[in-house]
């Protein structure tokens, strides 16, 4: 019903920036906010910027200064440039379109599976 596929991961060496891409597909009504959101190796997954339909946005407090989140709603596509990055930043990141209105009129949230974001020299 609603795919999400993100894209842009890679090696990059500390410092340096990348562009990570997140498309919302498929059936569904509206999307209220898209977010990004990063697991490193044994931790949990947290938060690292999110977006809402009108352009409202909020960070981890670990990005702020660094990340920027962005979105086209007219594509359903959300953006992060990462900038200075450090290898603290490694981690697989996952996109995800939340309070998402299906056809049946319920409302979830859809995740990506992910794109890997190795910083090291």
């Known amino acids: 019903q609603v795919q999400v596929v993100e894209s842009g991961g890679g090696l990059v060496p500390p410092g340096g920036s990348l562009r990570l891409s997140c498309a919302a597909s498929?059936?569904?009504?509206?999307?209220?906010?898209m977010g990004w959101y990063r697991q490193a190796p044994g931790k949990q997954r947290e938060l690292v910027a999110t977006i809402t339909s009108g352009g409202s946005t909020n960070y981890a407090d670990s990005v702020k200064g660094r990340f920027t989140i962005s979105r086209d709603n007219a594509k359903n596509t959300v953006y992060v440039q990462m900038n200075s990055l450090k290898p603290e930043d490694t981690a697989v990141y996952y996109c995800r379109a939340e309070g998402v209105i299906t056809l049946a009129r319920t409302r979830e949230n859809y995740w990506g599976k992910g794109t890997q974001v190795t910083v090291s020299s």
């Open positions: 498929g059936s569904f009504f509206s999307i209220s906010a």
